[in-house]
């Protein structure tokens, strides 16, 4: 068995997977390790190494089982994400995959850590799976607008049942080691701790047990055709919710059913094609576009590699009202220590400072009418502590009152059907280590974060506010505001504000082209100015990127994730097209209707410089 040739002239790297691979023998078991930092990514070095490692470890005599793990934190984590799309250079993990399964020695994946997306998939092509109790293993594809690609859709099923793969695929949830165990993923658990001398134990074990290769692929379904297809039309019937809009999950049932009703070979064909067809697609486009968006929500030009986030784990909310008791419970839920406070009254004369590491002011004072609430609030807090004032419509009085303090940020908490988002308000003097500690907080929160700045207002305030006016302007014209909730759903979102009457409406006799709305031009008049309030505040430094408003809209206003933002949606559409429409109708109607804005303009152009390049 000879070793995959790998041309040096098309490798640059030919040497790393020599650099992050070690093949040791311990008791007649070849213990192949990777350790490729951070999380130990499928990239075509990692594959190279494990791809040699087995060759080698097949063809020594003195081998009588295989060990395949990691070093780090994890097993494999999943593919490299920056490889989609793109050629991939061999071995292929299709290459590894058979090779396992044509070998002749036990291949056991000893699992610590988490085992997800490719990872997974590439221990389910051993012949067994071990792992500690803390581990995971998971298939988080459908996330991205993807459905495993290497045979997850095939081998689960086989493995584990109809009804626990379409869980964990549709869900993309990871299971721990000992849920996966039950349900039949994982075939030992390893002693905590002792990941390397458990694996040896099990693989001899294997070894002298003389029990047969166990290869998921030729294992059958507990399944018939027909049960499957029951099951799978119940499923869908029971939630709808999760395939409106959304391509991934109709697909993965598609090569489920294609793991029952199919010959295995013809499954992975299958699984292939709708791999190729989802990678293609838009929807999956907008979710991987949302994946590398919160990715880099946290990562804030101009500050130095040095600075350290300020440490925070004890909490004091300050606030009588329903919102400040929410945020208090937030922070407990998520482990911190907290105090919780009506107000700062008695503590005027207090000697001692506080000594929490970071105070939320969830008063909703104006400074303006009690100055003295917030001169003595600056008094009480420990120097090393973040003061985090909590904003509900706008963040002018970050910037205003605390201008020259390095430790304030406004925050504000916004939830949606896509989970929550902090906006973190950068006052003109907020420290980098404040910035990066605020920062810290919203993950421990299960949050996602974006940076903003003043001066005109917090980022999901205004997206509401021309959203709503938007749709105001709708009603105005005489679009039915029930009308305008169905179309917007059947775009993909469901939270539409309630408006009042302004008093404008037209009548029949008032009707002109400007009023004429059929649902496409609906979309175009609730939507276009929307993007047009991103591209401004873009332009103004408000947001760091593009992708910052984006993530605002998805998680405050309920945009479709699968359209990726208005912005993303719009560069989609051809920013051309939206300053082109605004200004017809501002030409058709300039009292309703304002033109498109510089700043959406100047975007216009910047995206054909780069589209020309």
Not at 102 to 120: E, T, V
Not at 217 to 235: C, Q, V, W
Request: aromatic content about 6%; overall charge negative.
């Amino acid at each position: 068995m000879a070793q995959l040739p790998i041309e040096s002239s098309q490798n640059p790297k030919i040497g790393a997977a020599m650099e992050i691979s070690s093949l040791q023998v311990r008791d007649r078991v070849a213990m192949l390790k990777i350790d490729s930092p951070p999380v130990n990514a499928l990239g075509q070095a990692v594959r190279e190494a494990i791809y040699n490692g087995l060759v080698a470890s097949l063809e020594n005599p003195e081998v009588e089982a295989i060990v395949l793990y990691c070093g780090g934190r994890m097993f494999f984590a999943g593919a490299d994400i920056t490889e989609l799309g793109k050629p991939l250079r061999p071995p292929l993990l299709g290459n590894i995959i058979e090779l396992m399964e044509s070998a002749s020695k036990p291949i056991i994946a000893a699992i610590h850590g988490s085992a997800l997306g490719g990872g997974f998939e590439l221990s389910l092509a051993c012949h067994f799976r071990a792992a500690v109790p803390s581990a995971k293993v998971g298939l988080p594809e459908v996330a991205l607008g993807l459905i495993p690609g290497a045979g997850g859709t095939q081998r689960v099923p086989r493995l584990a049942g109809i009804a626990a793969a379409v869980e964990m695929m549709v869900s993309g949830r990871p299971l721990t080691a000992e849920a996966a165990k039950r349900a039949g993923l994982v075939d030992e658990l390893l002693p905590e701790g002792d990941l390397e001398e458990g694996a040896v134990a099990y693989a001899r074990s294997v070894a002298e047990g003389g029990a047969p290769l166990r290869r998921a692929r030729d294992l059958k379904s507990s399944s018939g055709p027909s049960e499957t297809r029951e099951y799978l039309a119940n499923f869908r019937a029971e939630n709808a919710d999760l395939f409106r809009g959304y391509k991934a999950p109709d697909a993965i049932l598609k090569a489920i059913e294609a793991s029952t009703c199919e010959p295995f070979e013809s499954g992975l064909r299958q699984e292939a094609e709708l791999s190729r067809t989802l990678l293609a697609s838009p929807e999956s486009a907008a979710q991987r576009y949302v994946f590398f968006a919160k990715r880099a929500a946290g990562k804030i030009p101009g500050i130095p590699p040095g600075v350290k986030a300020r440490s925070v784990n004890a909490v004091r909310v300050i606030g009588d009202n329903g919102e400040a008791r929410n945020i208090a419970e937030m922070f407990r839920t998520a482990g911190f220590s907290v105090n919780a406070a009506a107000s700062i009254a008695g503590h005027a004369d207090d000697s001692a400072r506080w000594t929490e590491e970071l105070v939320v002011d969830a008063s909703f004072l104006s400074a303006e009418e009690h100055p003295a609430f917030f001169e003595t609030l600056e008094t009480l807090i420990a120097p090393s502590a973040i003061l985090a004032v909590a904003c509900r419509e706008g963040t002018a009085n970050v910037a205003s009152y605390y201008h020259e303090a390095q430790n304030i940020v406004g925050l504000q908490f916004s939830s949606g059907a896509f989970g929550a988002l902090i906006e973190i308000v950068k006052a003109r003097q907020t420290a980098d280590d404040v910035i990066l500690g605020a920062c810290s907080v919203a993950r421990r929160l299960d949050s996602v974060a974006i940076v903003t700045q003043p001066p005109t207002g917090s980022v999901c305030a205004r997206l509401s506010d021309v959203f709503a006016n938007s749709v105001a302007r709708l009603v105005d014209m005489g679009c039915d505001i029930g009308h305008i909730r169905n179309v917007a759903l059947g775009f993909g979102i469901s939270q539409i504000p309630a408006v009042e009457p302004t008093g404008n409406r037209r009548t029949p006799e008032q009707i002109d082209a400007s009023t004429i709305v059929t649902d496409d031009e609906l979309i175009r008049r609730l939507l276009y100015y929307l993007v047009d309030e991103a591209a401004q505040m873009l332009d103004e430094g408000v947001v760091l990127r593009e992708s910052d408003v984006d993530l605002a809209a998805i998680y405050s206003l309920g945009w479709p994730l699968y359209k990726g933002g208005p912005l993303f949606w719009a560069t989609q559409l051809g920013i051309v097209n939206v300053v082109k429409h605004l200004d017809e109708l501002h030409t058709l109607n300039a009292k309703a209707f304002p033109q498109a804005s510089s700043a959406l303009r100047k975007l216009d152009e910047r995206k054909q410089i780069v589209s020309k390049t």
